[in-house]
């Protein structure tokens, strides 16, 4: 009894604690939010992912902001799951943000109607929803840089270029969720018109185990090719399987978010050498930004984390930036600052490179993507380097399959 | 004082057999009942947001307790139940057009059917190994859905939903929803409440107890145990179908095998067996992660923190309260939040004595 | 006929070589549930401390193999003991569905606190064998997996002598048959239930060795736990043979199911076949192979 007792109160002078401390908090500042994956089945990039985007922020208001306003960026931890990912978003929106990144495609799928409705808008660079390209009718969602189905153009277009002729044999090995299979049609649609004999390869979330897929596609298939679009967990776990099967890891090309040093970092950098992946975003410490933000590290008196510098890292600093760029593009149409003046910020956004991060992306109300550039990279040693220049494949591929997919929508969009 | 029983007489059958018979439960039930419709005057959006979550996830959970806390079945695969569903209101909403006062039922009442399938090992096993069955249960529906195009809705898996409508009136706001989860959670919290005590009720608490007893009695076990399945599952469906009308959106995601668990935390934490402690536990379960990140980010900023230097910690921290509290509850109280309701109403009834 | 595909050899050998290493993990859980009744659905997080300390030992602080596998095996023996005499002492007498619930928060408390001491990225788990397959008769087979299975057995023969031979293993088969007369006879059953977690620390600290080796180390090995269930259902909840068949059984079955189904069926029989051969077994022999049927009393 004196236990429970003693629990009670404690617990209770916590949260009063908490929660007065917590409430209080008004500042006049522009508000801008997103959800971030650090428990959940993508994990392994959200705690790199994040700090740059919350790094990059820091350095913006440190230099003043953005055009005299503080930024106020809100990251509110969702397990990489659509329930807790929408209830983020109803947070986020009650604090007043008038830009959100929508982490993950699967919440960017659940929270469109909402985006929507609520008129504020919400980028997903480099996975989301590959149909949002047409801004018309998806006004709020932006799916910058790179979406899914312009990697998959780009790694076609590089297996093409390395002399895969008709009837080469492609494995297609995806994660089995929303964000996976986001990548079928348009590289069925690419390997039906090239001649390619493709085959699918569903792995479970959250992809732990693909010993059958990889045995089939090593020894029963015999692929010449393998696109694999993994994330989180998986991509290690495939390098290690593949390397056991005895399936060459430069015949293997991840999509974006397979292609991190924390990928082959956990399946051992010995075992991952030659294996592929795209990037959207530039690798490396060698960009201005970075080293702003290395020097900010220090002129606090710390040493800049390992992972900075990192792909996913500088995917996040690319966020922030797209977030920052689509603000202060937005300011010109006012204040104070709503989520509509921001969608139309971002539809102005023109050559857009944040210092060689990426080719210059420019948005238009049409074009919500604004490029559709990747670079395949390939661990060499410790690190990932290049192999190409920045490419662009089957881009009307890409398009048709854009404007039939939105076909079905605009007749859908009367009900919403 | 004033809760005392003496001094309260009825004077019809129904006033006897009445769920409330005394004044001052029933004062207190409609004042709680005013509060409740109220509260959209008073509270903001983000407020009504968590009373919704709190309502959906209330009904889901006095469905679960139904069938664990009343009839002892445990049951790993509300999560799946729920999933059944959730699709059923999303595929006959969006393909079929029928309104969420159809969908909703309907979904619940798939969800019975598939419940009671699920429940007919439980002819043959009992306890633990029927808590495995439904674990399988809930991979097996899981995997069906995913893997079914005509149900999962083709290679994405999620299903838009149209804004429920009530005679032309749109659900689109937090406050709107409140008032498309409130009269589901009362319909389904009195109906619990008066199956429980009901003949079907006692035949379940009869079950839990000692059920070759109760079988020897005359109670067919194996009758009442795919009823509980049936009974639990439509509190289940029709929960996901809400979830569903909520969301707009129907994701298996939502219905993972950790939100069985958290289902079952919920009763557990609530107090198995009884209706109440179900909406004290999803009370408890739903604001834990939305408190737990208010009260860690505070304290972090007295001492100087900013979120971003913590965020890593803090979500680790949740799952470590999270299973800490559930092994809390369970080692200093483990009939849960209920009991300690009780005690209180207790303590209150005998004041100023102590027993 | 499909006995002449080479595919289907190199699946089943490779399935049944990972059947070994889900064997290992039944083991342990089914070691727990024997002595002290306990369904321990905190096992696969066990797996997971085991293969993070060793992770952390070899990848972190770069030790070598021989001095960081002994340190884990101590400190997986050590938690053992320890989640025993803290958490499931005080719990006992208590309905079935708290002690479920109790194992499941365990699991939760265990998965929070590895990523707060190691962090949320996956840590590779290096061990000295050569990644290349063997090829055996047309059929690869992976050094890595047999490796593991490898080790797993030599645990399992020794545990079985262990079970059988010495006096400990025989006061712990005593205690699982009925724990009144072997308190009768003087065996203390409190010790024997504190062995019989150390030992599925044991079994667990292994597995986490060679699971952590085959998946990349992070909180995600913990799923390995769930894959458990089938195994011990067909084998049987209170049969350490039956564990092993169950495990043999559900990794040569995933295995090929998934080598032959997924194509169909787009995917994701791996983790479905098992558990429908699960639900198949619960409905016609729903105690296993091995199991012991338990009689009613009112």
């Not at chain 1, 959800?35 to 913006?60: H, N, S």
């Amino acid at each position: 009894m004196r236990a429970k007792g003693w629990l009670a109160i404690a617990l209770t002078v916590a949260v009063v604690v908490g929660l007065s401390v917590g409430v209080a908090d008004a500042k006049h500042a522009i508000k801008i939010g997103g959800q971030c994956d650090r428990t959940g089945a993508t994990k392994l990039i959200g705690v790199e992912i994040c700090p740059g985007v919350t790094d990059y922020i820091k350095l913006v208001n440190k230099k003043g902001g953005v055009l005299g306003h503080t930024l106020e960026y809100t990251e509110v931890e969702h397990e990489y799951r659509v329930d807790r990912g929408v209830e983020a978003y109803e947070r986020l929106k009650r604090d007043g943000v008038v830009a959100t990144l929508d982490y993950g495609t699967p919440i960017v799928y659940a929270l469109t109607p909402r985006h929507m409705e609520d008129r504020i808008p919400a980028i997903t660079p480099g996975f989301g929803r590959a149909d949002s390209l047409d801004g018309e009718v998806w006004p709020y969602i932006f799916p910058m840089a790179a979406s899914y189905w312009s990697q998959v153009g780009g790694a076609m277009q590089y297996i093409k270029d390395k002399g895969a002729k008709k009837g080469a044999k492609i494995a297609y090995l995806y994660f089995d969720n929303p964000a996976g299979r986001e990548g079928i049609p348009i590289i069925e649609r690419i390997a039906k018109k090239e001649g390619y004999l493709l085959r699918h390869f569903a792995v479970p979330s959250p992809g732990l185990e693909m010993g059958p897929q990889v045995i089939d596609i090593t020894r029963r298939l015999k692929a010449d090719w393998v696109v694999a679009h993994l994330f989180g967990r998986s991509p290690s776990v495939s390098i290690k399987e593949f390397q056991k099967a005895g399936f060459p890891l430069d015949h293997v090309i991840s999509l974006v978010w397979g292609a991190g040093e924390a990928d082959a970092e956990a399946a051992g950098w010995d075992q991952s050498q030659g294996y592929l992946g795209l990037q959207f975003a530039a690798v490396g410490r060698d960009l201005p930004v970075i080293k702003e933000i290395i020097q900010m590290s220090k002129d606090e008196g710390k040493e800049a984390p390992k992972y900075v510098g990192g792909v996913y890292y500088n995917r996040g600093v690319l966020i922030g930036a797209i977030l920052v760029e689509g603000v202060r593009q937005g300011l010109q149409f006012g204040e104070p600052l709503t989520g509509e003046k921001v969608k139309k910020g971002y539809e102005s956004i023109k050559n857009f490179t944040l210092g060689g991060f990426l080719p210059p992306m420019t948005v238009t109300p049409q074009d919500h993507e604004g490029g559709g550039w990747v670079r395949l990279y390939q661990v060499k040693g410790k690190e990932w380097v290049p192999v190409t220049d920045w490419i662009r494949g089957y881009r009307d591929e890409v398009i048709k399959l854009v404007n039939e997919a939105n076909k079905v929508a605009k007749v859908v969009k009367p009900l919403q | 004082m004033i809760n005392r029983e003496c001094g309260v007489y009825q004077t019809t059958y129904q006033g006897d057999m009445a769920l409330y018979p005394l004044p001052l439960a029933k004062i207190s039930y409609a004042l709680l009942l005013l509060v409740l419709l109220a509260l959209p005057l008073a509270a903001d959006s983000h407020t009504m947001a968590i009373m919704n979550l709190i309502g959906l996830a209330a009904i889901g959970a006095i469905g679960l307790n139904i069938l664990t806390g009343y009839t002892g079945q445990v049951s790993l695969g509300h999560g799946a139940f729920m999933m059944v569903g959730s699709y059923t209101a999303a595929i006959l909403s969006s393909r079929y057009g029928m309104p969420f006062w159809v969908g909703l039922p309907a979904g619940g009442a798939v969800a019975a059917a598939v419940g009671a399938f699920f429940g007919i090992p439980s002819l043959r096993i009992k306890g633990l190994y029927l808590a495995i069955s439904t674990l399988a249960a809930q991979f097996i529906i899981e995997w069906c859905i995913n893997h079914i195009p005509w149900i999962g809705g083709g290679a994405q898996s999620s299903i838009y939903v149209p804004t429920p409508t009530l005679f032309g009136w749109p659900f689109n706001t937090e406050y709107r929803r409140y008032f498309m989860v409130l009269p589901v959670l009362i319909l389904a919290y009195v109906g619990a409440q008066n199956l429980v005590r009901s003949r079907v009720g006692r035949a379940f608490i009869a079950i839990r107890d000692r059920d070759v007893a109760a079988e020897i009695i005359g109670v067919d076990i194996f009758k009442y145990k795919l009823l509980a399945f049936a009974v639990s599952s439509f509190y289940a469906g029709v929960a996901g179908a809400l979830w569903t009308y909520y969301l707009k959106i129907a994701n298996y995601e939502h219905f993972i095998l950790s939100t069985s668990i958290s289902y079952l935390a919920m009763i557990i934490i609530g107090g198995l067996g009884s209706v109440l402690g179900s909406v004290f536990g999803a009370v408890f379960i739903t604001l834990l992660p939305i408190v737990l990140v208010y009260v860690v980010e505070g304290i972090a900023r007295l001492f100087g923190f900013t979120y971003a230097s913590i965020a890593d910690f803090l979500a680790n921290l949740r799952l470590i309260i999270y299973g800490g509290l559930i092994i809390l509850f369970l080692a200093i109280e483990p009939e849960g939040l209920y009991r300690m309701w009780g005690n209180i109403k207790r303590y209150f009834r005998f004041w100023p004595f102590s027993y | 006929m499909f006995f002449m595909d080479p595919f289907f050899w190199d699946l089943f050998v490779n399935g049944l070589l990972i059947g070994c290493m889900y064997a290992l993990v039944a083991v342990g859980f089914v070691l727990i549930y024997k002595a002290t009744s306990v369904i321990n659905f905190a096992q696969g997080d066990l797996v997971m401390f085991g293969g993070y300390i060793a992770a952390a030992g070899l990848s972190l602080y770069h030790l070598p193999l021989w001095t960081a596998a002994p340190i884990m095996l101590a400190l997986m023996v050590a938690l053992g003991f320890a989640v025993e005499r803290g958490i499931l002492r005080p719990l006992i007498g208590q309905p079935v569905v708290s002690v479920v619930m109790v194992t499941i928060g365990l699991a939760l408390v265990f998965q929070g606190l590895a990523a707060m001491i190691w962090g949320a990225a996956t840590i590779n788990m290096p061990l000295p064998i050569p990644l290349k397959p063997l090829i055996i008769w047309e059929i690869f087979i992976s050094p890595i997996n047999l490796v593991a299975a490898g080790l797993c057995v030599a645990f399992l023969v020794v545990f079985a002598y262990f079970f059988r031979r010495s006096r400990m293993g025989i006061a712990m088969r005593a205690v699982a048959d009925d724990q009144q007369s072997a308190m009768s006879v003087g065996i203390n059953v409190r010790v024997v239930f504190a062995i019989s977690w150390a030992i599925a620390g044991l079994a667990s600290g292994i597995g986490g060795l060679v699971w952590g080796n085959m998946l990349g180390v992070d909180t995600h090995l913990a799923l390995v736990g769930l894959k458990v269930f089938p195994a011990v259902i067909l084998g049987g909840l209170d049969s350490v043979p039956g564990a092993v068949l169950g495990g043999l059984i559900v990794g040569a079955v995933e295995s090929v199911a998934a080598g032959y189904v997924d194509p169909y069926v787009g995917g994701g029989t791996k983790d479905f076949a098992p558990f429908i051969i699960m639900i198949l077994a619960l409905m016609i022999r729903p105690y296993g192979f091995f199991g012991r049927e338990i009689i009613e009393r009112v």
